[in-house]
């Protein structure tokens, strides 16, 4: 068993759907995790498809909420854009962005391959001051409330792998083989140092 607690991360663009729900599922099974964004800006669905309704990563989710709720509460109450901001609002107070963050951690779980790219491009160009090594493994997650759950709970048994493995670098190859059997998707995978 590793010494102490795993520390793990799960990102997605906005910090809203994919990471949150992770982020509520781990936390619920004792996990020592945090939950970021790695877009420029936090969108949610507009009223047409392709008018996002867009906020800075330092708005609360209340205010979003309350925001929706003055635009059209109807649509976000039915469309579960209010449910997510709820459970968001009882894990923190508001969004982060991955790229603001200097905490250490043992995994980063993305949820898609272009933030995989984002978060790895980023820790490669920090300065590395410990050397130690931090795995970041992408489960491709499409952004709807049902795959949120599901992708969460492909990488809740991931962590529970690695928590309960003698030795992480050596466990997660088999660990990742696995859960491509299991689950029948790929995952990506890199090591990259604080």
Do not use: W
Request: charged share 25%; aromatic share 6%.
């Amino acid at each position: 068993m590793p010494s102490s607690p795993l520390r793990v991360a799960v990102v997605c663009m906005s910090n809203m759907n994919r990471s949150m729900e992770a982020h509520s599922i781990l936390m619920k099974k004792g996990f020592n995790v945090k939950s970021f964004g790695v877009g420029s800006c936090v969108r949610l669905p507009g009223r047409a498809g392709n008018l996002p309704v867009v906020y800075d990563f330092s708005t609360t989710y209340e205010q979003m909420s309350k925001d929706l709720l003055c635009k059209d509460g109807e649509r976000y109450r039915s469309n579960g854009v209010l449910h997510v901001l709820g459970r968001n609002e009882r894990i923190k107070p508001h969004p982060e962005r991955f790229q603001e963050c200097r905490d250490p951690f043992d995994v980063i779980f993305t949820c898609q391959e272009g933030v995989y790219d984002r978060v790895v491009a980023d820790l490669c160009t920090r300065e590395q001051e410990t050397c130690q090594p931090v795995h970041v493994i992408n489960v491709d997650i499409n952004d709807t409330l049902e795959d949120a759950t599901l992708g969460s709970l492909i990488i809740c048994e991931l962590c529970q792998g690695l928590q309960q493995a003698d030795d992480m670098e050596s466990s997660l190859a088999e660990l990742l083989l696995a859960a491509e059997g299991k689950t029948g998707r790929s995952f990506l995978h890199t090591v990259c140092f604080y």
